[in-house]
């Protein structure tokens, strides 16, 4: 096989939010095939810790997704560096979790902020670098709550659903720039942010119970699909929502109590 088979070799690849977690393996998963990664996070600590993990010329950058003028130094800080942006992933993340009578403004607008003005922000500066180059990727976190709201995320359901909108915005204009846009849609993922969901045994089971797959994700798990969304390996899939959740959903209705009706 190619050594070059995803065609990521000397690609340009910015992760924002990429400090742990899903963002730090999405980032090592493009570092591995070949591509030149700038490891971007608002807390420099964490961005320059996974840098290190990662090794080998990733570059550590701290950046606010939220703040425009940050966003646009650090495309220029990046640009001058590694080049022009290739492979975009928007994965940074604010969660405060609140029903809709628990929750305030400044908690929404924060998360909104972040989690879709952010990618928005985000998209911009590095797509108009794609569009100068002659096209690229971009990849966003988004998650299986766009889709099956909790009763304690209100403003995080809200904002991941308008971030596979704003993905599929992105892929109707810019697909003739060359420039593709897809949603990564992880279901529960152990990762150390939400690593205390996953201490007890007994609701480490109870979540595996709800998988097809009978576990629990990985942050490789997720961060296979986003290097594959991002690679020339999918250079025909724009404007998806790719569901990376070991069968959660397709478990719904299996988890329905049931009777016998065979006695009826
Ligand atoms: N872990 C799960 O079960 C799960 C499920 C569905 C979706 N997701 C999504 O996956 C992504 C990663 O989640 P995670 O579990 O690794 O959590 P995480 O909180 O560790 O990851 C988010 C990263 O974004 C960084 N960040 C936060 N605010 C930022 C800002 N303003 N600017 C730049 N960086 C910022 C954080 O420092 C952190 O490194 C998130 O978008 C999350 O919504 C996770």
Not at 23 to 41: K, N, P, Q, S, W
Not at 96 to 116: V, Y
Not at 158 to 170: D, E, P, T
Not at 228 to 246: E, M
């Amino acid at each position: 096989m190619n050594a070059d088979w995803l065609g990521l070799e000397g690609k340009t690849c910015v992760v924002m939010g990429a400090g742990r977690g899903i963002g730090e393996a999405i980032a090592a998963g493009l570092h591995a095939a070949g591509g030149r990664v700038a490891v971007v996070d608002h807390d420099l600590e964490l961005a320059e810790g996974a840098a290190g993990r990662i090794g080998d010329g990733a570059l550590a950058l701290r950046c606010d997704i939220s703040n425009e003028d940050d966003v646009a130094r650090t495309a220029r800080e990046i640009e001058a560096a590694l080049g022009a942006c290739d492979v975009l992933v928007n994965n940074a993340m604010f969660f405060a979790p609140a029903s809709l009578l628990e929750t305030n403004f400044g908690d929404w607008n924060r998360n909104l902020a972040i989690n879709l003005t952010g990618y928005y922000i985000s998209s911009m500066a590095f797509g108009r670098q794609m569009m100068a180059k002659g096209g690229g990727a971009i990849v966003h976190t988004g998650s299986l709550a766009s889709e099956f709201p909790q009763g304690s995320g209100v403003d995080y359901t809200a904002s991941k659903a308008g971030i596979a909108g704003l993905s599929r915005q992105i892929a109707i204009e810019w697909g003739p720039d060359g420039i593709r846009s897809n949603t990564v849609h992880p279901g529960l993922t152990r990762t150390p942010r939400f690593e205390i969901r996953y201490q007890d045994p007994v609701a480490l089971a109870a979540r595996e119970k709800m998988t097809a797959l009978n576990r629990v994700g990985q942050p490789i798990d997720i961060a296979n699909a986003a290097v594959f969304l991002a690679s020339a390996r999918a250079s025909y899939i724009t404007g998806i929502d790719f569901i990376v959740d070991g069968g959660l959903r397709c478990k719904l209705f299996d988890l329905v109590p049931q009777v016998d009706v065979r006695k009826q």
